[in-house]
């Protein structure tokens, strides 16, 4: 026989390259993990019928043939399946979006894709082959495509995502019900969790970085702590947010961590604490320490784990287009005409720093027909401007409160740089998802 499976604890990308493997290869059998992943259980419970899953122990009879593999080609994912596999030698192809550079499944034909989501890639297969999906199988394979790629918006994600996440809305997939499977915070007990944490959670500036921190004592563990931890991070939006979570009854804490900022690297600072993961997702267990005495602690060694904030100055242009403020605005016009800008600060003789024309404050010359009036007559007085070590935040604040595009930095009276819309936007698109 043939059979086809994913990896252990299956979660919604692994169901979604399954169903279409029964799709696209009719004659192989599925095998379910025994482990499903909490995110993706409601999704099969209520989808089991379109699976048909044998269970490993079922094949241990069998004389197996072919093997495909899906969203995995680490041979300890699957070790639970290959217990079961006796007497045979199987061909095995291994359909992964991760690093098949690592694969340790000795012998296997790997057909690799950098796709967002595993299923995106077995999707693109059964577009080629035109194979007609029912609403159901389509949504189940949508909602693999939406949770490994954060809805289509993490940095894996390509054209192929989207091509495939389109095809499937034409086989009639279900949007609403792809919500509801995604819907990550669904128990009482989560929703409890959620409410006090909102009412503990603390903000601080640590190192430039607004650092959300809160602390709850729990009578048990309680499962999708995570995922209550990436809501309050959604809600609040801080660089980075350690939720610590003590369980006075087993003396054990949970740290729980997430960051947006790329400065904040949690693989690297929870190792400290016997923990680890991505950078930007981690977590620690901690055993045999009273709660608050330990959250006393780390609040207190943030401070040293954190390297400093980007501020105004690390993202400012330098060497700045400059006029002084008795030139005339038609000097001033012409000036950002050749050096392609929308405004540029405006100096006194001595060299500080004034005001701000623009090309609004022009166009109000040009209808009073004073184009040979002064700088300083038309220009925007005093120039919004800060000091080179404000941070990322701030600079968005100020562009936000004063509707500006360019924040010059002064300092000791001095011009630095200026820091403009672009130099902003570069640096967000350089922080990870
Ligand atoms: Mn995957």
Redesign the pocket.
Known sequence: MNIAFG?TNM????LG?LILVKKLFPDFALVRSKLIHPAARNLYNLYSNYFNFLNPKDIEEERIDNIIIV??CIAERVSEYFKYIKNSEPKIYII???NTANCNIFGAQIEGSHFG???SYLGKLAMEEKIKLCPEEATIALT?IY??TGRLIYDNVCREDFEVAAYLLDMGASLKLVKSFLETIKDDDQILVLNQTLLVMTTHVIQGHTILLSYLELEENVAGLAEVVERVMDIESPDAYFAVFAIPKKKTVLLIARSQNALINLHELLNAYGGGGHQNAGSAKIVDRDGPAFFEEFHAGLEKLLSPATRSKDIMTQNVCTINENKTLLEASLLLENADLSGVPVLSDSGVLTGFIGLRDIMKGRKAEAMNAPIKAYMTRPAISSSGSISMREVERIFYKHHIGHLPIVEDDKLLGIVTRWDYLEYKKRQNQ
């Open positions: 990896h979660d919604l990308d692994c390259s969203d995995t992964d979006h991760h989501a595993n299923t693999g949770a490994d």
